[in-house]
């Protein structure tokens, strides 16, 4: 049955002193055939809005075109039915606000996006309700601090929680401290009281199911649905969860492939680590004959920011060495103390304990590097320093040497991590695009099996998180912090970036929230970040599936698996609703009923083409939803000009885009076509991973196009650009559209 369309078109904030609503009335009534058309000067008012709801509710309108402004703003207001069928045109931010008022050219473009809004409504469908039975229990792994908080925080919010550890109790690295660092003011003093409390209050909770010695065999499924099994004692446990927090927190970075340090040479050469365990014990010693020590060296960043080792900072060694200093000065307080740093880092109020520390008259601090460490014979270490403060270099004899060794995060293998990083590196920068391609397939399968099995997920990319930038498994996106690329799997704590015990429990807060929100959005079969709210879902028409399985292989989420054949599974829950399988498809077989192939074809064919002795030519920008559409509304927020040769298709992200809705806009006659997708690359990342990315690589089917077409390449052109660069986007429209005029007409438009 056909839709009975209500267009509602609001002529408040400069639309309707810009354009002839009357006119726009009267393309929804006729070529729209719209069962209903109403202007409104204020459509966002409790009137405006009532409007809408009446025509919805007597059945006047049964799906809703809203031509007012941006679909970014006044969700709230145009929050109607979530299965009814709804399309917003933006006609404030990108034509009435940065185009000249009352112009032909501005009413053009107006009535363009008006049709378009009209199309894509036409072939939208209903979203379809969810069925499942979704679980909203919570699977934490890791019950360290990080591990024990979340569990305890989501237990106290009223969900259940199945806690899994592998050591035979709980506490992690925290419980065998001798203490940790300053709490509270005034930060000059370390607290000893330790994690008893914690570890109770998660054994007797009524809510939370702890396991240890414990392993995870297999995690198969999707949020709200994940099927866990976990061998306890030799017996497996089956339970069904609805979210995971992995907080598998760290270990030390191997202090012997830091061979000039002198670890393995001398026992009395120790990591922190080993120092730690040391002191709670009670007495600090030198290993080599168990008698008390008198000097001590402590050289920090032993392995971190060292580009041979681990890139980055480790976050807590400074803050180790100068607790541990102090249980030096507890025990001896005539002891020397030497601290060889590259820059001491203690972030906020944990500079106020460096600085007490400082005052100690017998603590030697140094900016240097540390160039040897050697024996001394009979007794005793030595170390060589060069470049310090003091100019020149320097020699210091101690007693232990402690190396504060970096913190490498439970989910990664190190020569694994640098071979990835050159892979990545070789795919981006390699001059023959045979290695660029032969590193690309490298770096995804080290991604895809580099990791320590922790969760051993049944997915075809592999049984662990993605490790990303130096092994860590998070987003590495601001926007989405605990986010992973497995959707409803969050990480927390010393996994997810290097940190000390109090950060890792506000992290556990974070991810709990999180889970809480995946697992409730799940149920009512929302999607999670970036397009939280979207209950569509993608549909496959599998009779015309060719196996070519590059849906299950672009995916950047996994969301799809594959069978023997290779045909696709698709785990619709774990789909965060990208389109880049869409885009991936040469077989377009994949649709979602609010965004397919033919609603975007759809709104193509709307556009009006002007005839060539018109000269006024058309320009067809796909542009990403997440930063490039904003932008441009800032840029109408600013009231920047910019030609209005252009029409605006918003693409979820530009890896949904398919090839053939270029091939169809240039054969239409659009004189060029400009995709502006999200910046990627080592300081930016996409909104989908890699949707950017991927219409990067698939530009070279689409210059074959081009020449099939028998068409200059100089009519496509593909850029980033962010959020914060709205003067950016109008400049580059305005000089793409130079270009195109100077090009000349499409020969195709007159055919």
């Not at 192939?597 to 030519?617: F, R, W």
Request: aromatic share 8%.
């Amino acid at each position: 049955m056909d839709k009975k369309l209500g267009v509602y078109i609001c002529s408040g904030c400069s639309i309707g002193d810009s354009l002839d609503t009357g006119s726009l009335v009267k393309i929804a009534e006729g070529e729209g055939k719209a069962a209903c058309c109403r202007v409104h000067p204020f459509l966002c008012s409790r009137e405006g809005v009532d409007w809408i709801r009446k025509d919805l509710e007597d059945d006047t309108a049964d799906a809703v075109v809203i031509a007012a402004c941006s679909p970014r703003v006044k969700t709230d207001a145009f929050a109607f039915d979530p299965f009814t069928v709804m399309e917003r045109v933006n006609l404030r931010e990108h034509v009435a606000w940065c185009q000249k008022p009352r112009d032909e050219d501005t009413q053009m473009m107006a009535e363009d996006y008006l049709r378009m809004g009209i199309a894509k409504a036409r072939k939208m469908e209903k979203l379809i309700p969810v069925s499942e039975t979704i679980s909203k229990k919570i699977l934490v792994v890791g019950g360290g601090v990080t591990g024990m908080t979340a569990a305890k925080e989501s237990a106290d919010a009223g969900y259940e929680v199945l806690l899994v550890e592998r050591e035979a109790s709980l506490g992690g690295y925290v419980a065998g401290v001798k203490s940790r660092f300053p709490g509270h003011p005034p930060y000059a003093e370390t607290i000893h009281e330790g994690i008893r409390d914690t570890i109770d209050a998660v054994l007797y909770h009524s809510k939370i199911q702890v396991l240890t010695s414990a392993h995870i065999d297999k995690i198969q499924g999707q949020p709200g649905m994940f099927d866990v099994e976990i061998e306890v004692g030799g017996s497996i446990v089956r339970d069904r969860v609805g979210a995971i927090v992995q907080a598998t927190g760290w270990k030390p970075y191997d202090p012997s492939k830091l061979g000039h340090l002198g670890y393995g040479s001398s026992p009395d050469i120790v990591t922190n680590i080993e120092f730690e365990e040391m002191a709670a014990k009670g007495r600090i010693f030198r290993p080599s004959d168990g008698k008390p020590v008198g000097s001590v060296l402590f050289i920090q960043c032993a392995g971190s920011r060292d580009k041979a080792h681990l890139p980055y900072c480790s976050s807590v060694c400074c803050m180790t060495t100068l607790k541990q200093a102090g249980y030096i000065r507890e025990q001896n307080p005539d002891a020397k103390i030497y601290v060889v740093y590259k820059d001491i880092r203690t972030p906020g109020q944990y500079e106020k304990y460096y600085k007490a520390a400082q005052e100690d008259p017998l603590t030697f601090f140094t900016k240097g590097e540390v160039v040897s460490v050697e024996k001394k014979s009979p007794i005793g270490l030595a170390a060589t320093v060069a470049d310090t403060l003091l100019g020149g270099d320097i020699e210091i004899k101690a007693d232990l040497v402690v190396l504060a060794a970096g913190m490498v995060p439970n989910s990664a293998d190190g020569e694994a991590i640098r071979a990835l990083e050159d892979a990545e590196l070789k795919a981006r920068t390699s001059d023959s695009e045979k290695q660029r391609a032969e590193a690309a397939r490298k770096a995804e399968e080290l991604r895809r099996h580099k990791g320590t099995e922790i969760l051993n997920l049944a997915y075809r990319q592999g049984p662990d998180l993605p490790a990303l930038r130096y092994g860590f498994p998070d987003s590495h996106f601001i926007c989405f912090p605990y986010e992973t690329r497995r959707t409803a799997i969050y990480t927390a704590g010393a996994v997810r970036a290097p940190m000390d015990s109090a950060y890792a429990m506000e992290d556990a807060l974070g991810a709990a929230m999180k889970s809480i929100q995946s697992v409730e959005l799940a149920a009512q079969g929302q999607a999670v970040h970036p397009r939280a709210g979207d209950m569509s879902f993608p549909d496959f028409f599998l009779q015309r599936c060719t196996q070519c399985k590059r849906c299950t292989e672009e995916c950047p989420f996994g969301a799809i698996d594959e069978d023997e054949k290779g045909t696709p599974r698709p785990n619709p829950y774990r789909c965060r609703r990208c389109g880049v399988c869409l885009g991936a498809c040469p077989e377009r077989i994949i649709s979602f009923k609010n965004y397919s192939v033919d609603m975007i074809a759809s709104m193509i064919k709307a556009i009006g083409i002007p005839e060539e002795e018109e000269e006024k030519p058309r320009i067809l920008v796909f542009m990403c939803e997440n930063d490039a559409y904003p932008a441009l509304d800032i840029a109408g927020l600013r009231r920047l000009k910019y030609d209005a040769s252009v029409r605006v298709i918003p693409l979820r992200c530009l890896g949904s885009m398919n090839i053939v809705w270029i091939a169809d806009a240039l054969s239409r006659g659009f004189d060029g076509i400009l995709l502006i997708g999200c910046k990627f690359g080592d300081d930016y990342q996409c909104h989908f991973i890699k949707g950017s990315e991927l219409a990067d690589r698939r530009m070279e089917n689409v210059k074959e196009t081009l020449q099939r077409l028998q068409l200059e390449s100089e009519r496509l052109r593909l850029t980033q650009l962010s959020i914060n660069e709205p003067d950016k986007l109008a400049n580059l429209i305005n000089e793409f559209a130079d270009q195109i005029r100077e090009i000349g007409p499409n020969p195709y438009k007159d055919m």
